[in-house]
């Protein structure tokens, strides 16, 4: 998915951690006139959008939250109004909700106002969103492919990079929580964008020099444990998602993903897919989609397909995607999945390439107002 810090002074720091690290902003969310309540929540492996049964389906938007004139950013900036304004109605949108997204790219100090504009938009537009606090590659965030130690505890230390955070992961996620739990069209939470335990030989973390250590899936397991805990200690009720790739990471091969997945801190089991398999399930007998979707079963919680991908433009065209996607979304479906977002809209599809870019005018938009489900 996507990379971002920064250093504050002690003091700075003592004040914000002394008033719940809601003090280093005026910014905050306006008043809501609806009242609080949790909207969604699950039922015999499906969701329930207020009461009624739910089939999600929506989009993957990771660069709602850049403004280039206060953060790093994340990609091209997007037009918040035309984006939920375009949504159809019931939808679900997934984004980036870093921490580096909330700092000041120039003071080097949080600044919620780009995040907190994602929410407002979709509010007024009464869409709902699905924000994923960190991710595991650090793109777009702190920079750093997160590896075992930090599963262990270097989620509860300030990342070292300078200009990309600053809190540890831990508190991020109380700040976060704290300020957007009230949000009326706040879905849930993800921790981090597809989590493994592994450990790198190089810097880059390139695949191949990664090994998973013995107690990878315990390490996972206890960092959804605690973590998941900070949110159900601040907004109870509301889902957690696992955020988990499904394939076969480190953590979570086999039968290592429902050890996981069986968390009480974790509502919602994901898959991610980008397989060229649209009448079949992906993946093999191991980590494949039917496997995971049989250790949903047996956990009794939703498996919701949180990214589903194919590359178009230059190598397929856009029609014959949307063709592609909607069998496998029908075939998932059918299999049991309780929910699918496309990878990913981007305010500036890049036509002439290979990409999986999703913009404004592709006919996936069509697609997705097709499925969406709520009886």
Request: charge should be negative.
């Amino acid at each position: 998915m996507t990379r971002v810090r920064t250093r504050l002074a002690a003091a700075s720091l003592a004040l914000c951690a002394a008033a719940g690290l809601l003090a280093c902003t005026d910014q905050r969310p306006p008043p809501t006139e609806h009242p609080t309540d949790i909207v969604l929540r699950t039922k015999a492996e499906r969701f329930r959008l207020r009461g009624q049964p739910w089939w999600p389906a929506g989009f993957n938007a990771p660069q709602l939250a850049t403004n280039w004139s206060v953060n790093i950013g994340c990609g091209a900036q997007v037009d918040l109004d035309a984006y939920f304004g375009a949504l159809p109605a019931n939808a679900l949108t997934r984004f980036n909700a870093f921490q580096a997204l909330a700092i000041d790219k120039t003071t080097g100090e949080l600044d919620f106002r780009a995040v907190d504009a994602v929410f407002r938009a979709a509010e007024r537009h009464r869409q709902l969103v699905l924000p994923v606090l960190a991710p595991q590659d650090g793109g777009c965030d702190d920079t750093l492919f997160k590896q075992r130690q930090w599963y262990v505890d270097g989620w509860l230390n300030v990342a070292p990079e300078p200009g990309r955070a600053v809190m540890s992961f831990h508190d991020w996620i109380g700040t976060a929580v704290e300020r957007w739990k009230d949000i009326p069209v706040l879905a849930g939470w993800g921790l981090v964008g597809e989590p493994e335990t592994s450990v790198c030989s190089n810097p880059t973390c390139d695949f191949d020099v990664r090994t998973c250590p013995p107690d990878a899936a315990k390490v996972l397991r206890q960092f959804m444990d605690k973590a998941g805990a900070i949110v159900r200690a601040r907004d109870p009720g509301r889902l957690i998602f696992a955020g988990l790739t499904g394939g076969g990471q480190c953590g979570t091969g086999g039968e290592d993903y429902r050890y996981v997945g069986a968390s009480p801190q974790v509502d919602v089991l994901e898959y991610h897919d980008y397989s060229p398999d649209f009448g079949t399930l992906p993946g093999n007998a191991w980590d494949g989609l039917a496997v995971r979707l049989r250790q949903a079963h047996e956990l009794g919680k939703p498996l919701f397909v949180a990214e589903v991908g194919e590359a178009a433009g230059s190598c397929l065209s856009l029609t014959a995607r949307r063709e592609n996607i909607g069998m496998k979304l029908t075939t998932q479906r059918n299999a049991g999945s309780a929910g699918a977002l496309i990878w990913a809209f981007v305010p500036d599809p890049r036509l002439d390439q290979c990409t999986y870019d999703v913009g404004p005018e592709d006919p996936l938009w069509s697609l997705v107002a097709e499925r969406i489900t709520l009886d």
